[in-house]
């Protein structure tokens, strides 16, 4: 007889709420709209995990360019790092490409 386990991640948001609960067996992480974050897809942090997320602006000549913009402060938003003890991860909002015809 074979047993399937499913296992249980739990994540939660250091600055909202939010929390969620997946069963994938596979190493993964889950983003949300984080209104603590002034709406933002931000990343879940696992329960038992110590984190800080930080929000870094983007300090470089916009020009033309369509970027991500912080809600609140309409200012451009370049990343959202998430720092743990084991490591750093970080999302990227790269400029949104556009066209002529």
Same mark, same amino acid.
């Given at each position: ?5 499913? #296992? /249980?991640? *739990? ?5 909202? #709420? $939010? =929390?969620?609960?997946?069963?994938? #067996? $596979?190493?993964? !992480? ?8 002034? %709406?933002?897809? +931000?990343?879940?942090?696992?329960? %038992?995990?110590?984190?800080? /997320?930080?929000?870094?602006? *983007?300090?470089?000549?916009?020009? !033309?360019?369509? /970027? ?6 309409? *200012?451009? /938003?370049? !990343?959202? =790092?998430?720092?743990? +003890?084991?490591? =750093? ?5 790269? #400029?949104? +490409?556009?066209? *002529?015809?």
């Amino acid at each position: 007889m074979t047993l399937l386990l499913r #296992p /249980v991640h *739990r994540w939660y948001c250091g600055y909202c #709420p $939010q =929390t969620d609960v997946t069963h994938d #067996p $596979q190493p993964h !992480s889950r983003m949300h709209t984080c209104p603590g974050l002034r %709406g933002l897809t +931000a990343p879940f942090i696992a329960v %038992g995990t110590k984190a800080k /997320v930080e929000i870094h602006e *983007r300090e470089d000549y916009i020009g !033309s360019e369509v /970027v991500q913009l912080d809600p609140e402060l309409g *200012r451009p /938003v370049m !990343s959202i =790092t998430t720092e743990r +003890a084991d490591g =750093t991860d970080a999302i990227v909002f790269a #400029p949104m +490409a556009t066209g *002529r015809a």
